[in-house]
């Protein structure tokens, strides 16, 4: 019984690890993109 805790504790930490490097990709993709997607926006606001 405590092999399967160990196993499931493991498979936690294994998706935690998969979700914060999802984040950290987001957050660079956010940085790099969001002075272009800011100036699409503003060109689309400005044209309305």
Do not use: C, D, H, W
Not at 4 to 18: C, D, P, R, T
Not at 23 to 48: C, E, K, M, Y
């Amino acid at each position: 019984m405590l092999f399967s805790l160990k196993e499931k504790a493991q498979g936690m930490v294994e998706y935690a690890l998969i979700l914060v490097l999802v984040a950290v990709v987001v957050i660079a993709a956010l940085t790099i993109l969001g002075p272009r997607v800011r100036n699409v926006f503003s060109t689309i606001n400005s044209s309305l």
